[in-house]
Structures are given as C-alpha cells and as structure tokens.
C-alpha cells in the first residue's frame, strides 16, 4: 500500500501562510484521489480538500474556501494544500489521505490510506 509523509507544519501567526506537502512513495501517483482532512484540538477530524487524479477538479469546505488551495505534482508523487490569510480556527493535525476507488470524496471513510500528520499552529 502507498505510504504517505505530510511536512510543513508550524507555528504561523495570524494571517500567515504555509504550504503543506505530502509526498507518496508510489510513482503510479495517478491511480489515487487525494484529500486533505484536519483534526482540532479536541474535535473530531474534518474535510479541507480534495483534489481528482488528473488534477484537474478540487473540492473545498466551505471554512477554506478562498483562502487554501490543493495540488498535485503527479511526477513527483507529490500533493500539496497552499493555506494563506490563516487563522487560530485553522489550527490542527492536517492529514493527507488517498483512494485509488471512485471519485472525489469529502468522506474519510472512503479513503484507505493516511499520513501521519503534521501540526499546524497558528497564533493570535
């Protein structure tokens, strides 16, 4: 099964950027949908984004929309969630995830392999 490693988390103020990556160890990138989910402190996880194989299509929750941005890198394996004009209520674990079944998803379930994590805090 793919293994996925998610960087570039930390510490940001308010109103700051940061892109995320998530790089996976398969060359065949293409077969899998990705998503990025987050988990506040004390919440259950949440939706962020997801994006089709080709690239081509995203989806974002309403709470991002405008302000964070999914990509993918296929000949790097490669995806990534640019987050910019942050906020507290941004912070989180963020997880990326993959489905190589169906189309794009905001349903964790559907998705069969997950990252690790990495934080992101953003302060006040």
């Known amino acids: 099964q793919v293994q996925l490693v998610e960087s570039g988390g930390e510490l940001v103020q308010a109103g700051g950027s940061l892109r995320l990556s998530c790089a996976a160890s398969?060359?065949?990138?293409?077969?899998?949908?990705m998503a990025w989910f987050r988990q506040p402190p004390g919440k259950e996880r949440e939706f962020v984004a997801t994006i089709s194989r080709s690239g081509g299509s995203t989806d974002y929750a309403d709470s991002v929309k405008g302000r964070f941005t999914i990509s993918r890198d296929n000949a790097k394996s490669t995806v990534y969630l640019q987050m910019d004009s942050l906020k507290p209520a941004d912070t989180a674990v963020y997880y990326c995830?993959?489905?190589?079944?169906?189309?794009?998803?905001?349903?964790?379930?559907?998705?069969?392999?997950w990252g690790r994590g990495t934080q992101v805090t953003v302060s006040s």
């Open positions: 995830a993959a489905k190589t079944i169906g189309l794009k998803s905001r349903s964790s379930d559907e998705y069969t392999n």
């Open positions: 398969e060359r065949t990138f293409n077969i899998y949908v």
